[in-house]
């Protein structure tokens, strides 16, 4: 059986190579879990215990398994040293911590403290997973980001099912393999999933999408038909699936 432990920093990089020039492949977010499969001083490599992704992670002193028993409801929320007093720091959206004390408005972890309106239970399920999407507007695209300070396609969609605990693969050309059922573009809906190769967007209605969007180096909505046109013609690019959860 692996050993877990669990990312005790807001956000921290995982690159496929162990070099800090090497390409960022994806992000760990707070309160998600790994285990090790190799170790060096300056290095580890690890599997990604929510999606099961490899890369390298810089070695720094990572807490011991903590099962969760909440987490983040919104864009970013804020972490204090006291009950709502000394901010420490803010963590994203998704991010995960388990709770070991509270007052009346306040929940403690081992980060610190937080409001208690700014987290739901771990088991929390929205009915539309995809109900607080509009939330990473105008963030920047971040290629392998997954948080407020950068995101990329992907990971648009990966936060918020894993938000609904449900399982998704990191990357698009793996999700739109995952995915079974298909629908066509005349019957598209809110919250399907459209995907090119290497790209993917999220059905606001039948007409508009979002999506985090490198050419505009950041998170926009859009219409669907023109955004399709505009991808087929920059990037020679066809949709390849429309799926619906």
């Known amino acids: 059986m692996n050993k877990y432990f669990t990312n005790n920093f807001s956000v921290i990089n995982l690159y496929k190579k162990p070099s800090l020039k090497s390409e960022i492949v994806t992000q760990m977010i707070y309160g998600e879990s790994f285990s090790i499969t190799k170790k060096s001083k300056k290095w580890l490599k690890i599997k990604i215990k929510e ?35 000394i901010k420490k720091g803010e963590i994203t959206f998704g991010s995960k911590i388990r709770v070991i004390d509270q ?54 969609v990966q936060i918020f099912l894993n938000f609904n605990n449900r399982f998704c693969p990191r990357d698009a050309n793996d999700q739109v393999k995952y995915f079974k059922k298909n629908v066509k573009l005349n019957n598209i809906k809110k919250n399907d999933i459209i995907y090119w190769k290497g790209h993917v967007a999220v059905a606001l209605s039948n007409r508009k999408l979002i999506h985090a969007y490198g050419p505009m180096k950041k998170t926009v909505i859009m219409d669907i038909n023109q955004t399709i046109k505009r991808i087929e013609s920059t990037a020679k690019l066809k949709v390849i699936g429309i799926k619906r959860l």
Do not use: M
């Open 51 to 85: 999606d099961n992704y490899k890369g390298y992670i810089l070695n720094k002193k990572y807490s011991s398994f903590l099962k969760p028993t909440h987490k983040i409801n919104l864009l970013k929320a804020k972490i204090y040293k006291f009950p709502n007093k």
């Open 103 to 156: 007052n009346s408005k306040s929940f403690k972890f081992v980060g610190g403290w937080i409001n208690k309106q700014d987290v739901r239970p771990i088991l929390f399920k929205e009915k539309n997973p995809f109900r607080k999407i509009k939330y990473f507007k105008n963030i920047r695209y971040k290629w392998g980001g997954k948080s407020f300070k950068g995101i990329d396609c992907s990971a648009l």
